[in-house]
């Protein structure tokens, strides 16, 4: 989406597979498709709101309580009500 096409690069860790959108492409769909539009705010919104409680996690919270932060992220309930970390 930006002027220079290169600014960004990924690499994949396993065999994947991966599409290209150009931007004519992702314009012509976003402008012929508000709903779509809709939905990757609110996609990038939460990806943002993420990024920035880690930022804050980092910034402001020692080793100590950043761990502990993540465990809790980490685990999950089951039916029983227990805790489990994968």
């Excluded at 959108?21 to 498709?33: A, G, M, P, Y």
């Excluded at 993420?50 to 950043?66: G, N």
């Amino acid at each position: 989406m930006t002027a220079n096409p290169d600014q960004l690069a990924q690499r994949a860790l396993e065999p994947t597979e991966a599409w290209i959108v150009t931007r004519e492409t992702f314009v012509d769909l976003i402008s012929h498709n508000p709903g779509s539009s809709l939905a990757l705010i609110s996609f990038l919104c939460a990806k943002l709101r993420t990024k920035l409680d880690r930022m804050e996690d980092f910034i402001f919270r020692d080793a100590y309580h950043r761990i502990g932060r993540q465990i809790i992220r980490m685990a999950s309930t089951d039916a029983n009500g227990s805790c489990s970390i994968p």
